[in-house]
């Protein structure tokens, strides 16, 4: 392995540790059971044992691994290695932080997370989005429907699309919680243009490329 290559998995697993360590320095003081889940507002809505917290981030980092070894298209991955190196980034880099704030207010007995957690999804969705138009096709990451799975070009002229509703819609919904108290009229709508347009692109698509033939 080369040296850019360890520091760059060193790095991974530091992120992956810090809110494993701030657990476990805060563990006496925790209660046995942790909010996990959240609504819209911000508000806790399931709990968990604390070993979920302790083993969940590890378990991303192994899942994230493992997903180009066995993956059916696993050589596409060497073909954004770059990019699904950031992802992994991003995604250890909103766990610990969300891990890190669920503690903390348990520790100072703040209830809901208010705008935060809404706000650190919608950034979430901007991140990745800038990544998206660069993923190659794969069965874990993506926009993964028959159209895309069964056309590279339907995959790659989706995923073009979805990078670009990705990021503006997370944008545009940072912006709308400043001016939208109901956290539900921001993301539902993020949601809808993220999830429902991209598939419905892909079959459109699908379809003009089996007229065409």
Request: net charge positive; hydrophobic share 50%.
């Amino acid at each position: 392995m080369k040296s850019k290559t360890i520091y760059r998995e060193l790095f991974l697993i530091i992120l992956t540790i810090l809110p494993i360590v701030y657990l476990l320095i805060n563990w006496s003081n925790l209660p046995e059971k942790l909010p996990i889940h959240f609504g819209y507002n911000g508000e806790p809505n399931g709990y968990g044992s604390k070993l979920f917290l302790l083993f969940f981030p590890p378990g991303i980092y192994f899942l994230m691994i493992l997903q180009p070894l066995i993956d059916p298209r696993r050589s596409n991955f060497e073909i954004f290695s770059d990019t699904y190196y950031k992802l992994r980034v991003i995604l250890s880099l909103f766990i610990g932080i969300v891990d890190t704030i669920v503690i903390y207010n348990v520790l100072h007995d703040i209830e809901k997370m208010g705008l935060l957690l809404p706000s650190m999804v919608l950034l979430l969705f901007t991140l990745f989005g800038n990544y998206l138009g660069n993923i190659r096709p794969n069965y874990f990451i993506g926009i993964k429907c028959p159209w895309t799975l069964n056309s590279e070009e339907v995959w790659i002229r989706t995923h073009k699309l979805a990078g670009k509703l990705w990021f503006w819609s997370g944008l545009a919904g940072l912006a709308a919680l400043l001016m939208i108290k109901d956290t539900k009229l921001v993301l539902i709508p993020v949601l809808f243009v993220t999830v429902i347009i991209p598939v419905v692109y892909a079959y459109i698509i699908h379809q003009k490329i089996q007229k065409q033939q």
